[in-house]
């Protein structure tokens, strides 16, 4: 399973970005348990930004980004989307795309995606 990240950028202050992440999944039978964004800063942990928790009735934002992102999927194309609006200089980070999935040969894998940088200027 790998995953291919893009979206990220420099934008102003009350700008929107939207992010991309496909998994690309060699098996034929899988299912996505979990499609999320994290963001990182530098000596900062990893957060949770955006996750969807099962088929997509389970949603679930970081208390900073509620009202202002907003976490989608495609299931046909295997793709979690992530809608920045409003964005603030607070927002500027690496964000990671982060899957976990099940397929019957291996179980249950959680994949990390390459970051993509997204700076927000003021």
């Known amino acids: 399973v790998q995953l291919q990240a893009s979206g990220g950028g420099l934008v102003q202050a009350g700008g929107s970005l939207r992010l991309s992440c496909t998994a690309s999944?060699?098996?034929?039978?899988?299912?996505?348990?979990?499609m999320g964004w994290y963001r990182q800063t530098p000596g900062e942990q990893r957060e949770a930004v955006a996750r969807i928790i099962g088929s997509g009735e389970n949603i679930k934002y970081a208390d900073s980004v509620k009202g202002r992102f907003t976490i989608s999927r495609d299931n046909a194309k295997n793709t979690v989307y992530l809608q920045m609006n409003s964005l603030e200089p607070e927002d500027t980070a690496v964000y990671f795309c982060?899957?976990?999935?099940?397929?019957?040969?291996?179980?249950?894998?959680?994949?990390w995606g390459q970051g993509t940088l997204v700076t927000v200027s003021s």
């Open positions: 999944v060699s098996e034929t039978r899988f299912i996505f348990n979990i």
């Open positions: 982060n899957v976990n999935i099940w397929t019957p040969q291996r179980g249950s894998l959680d994949v």
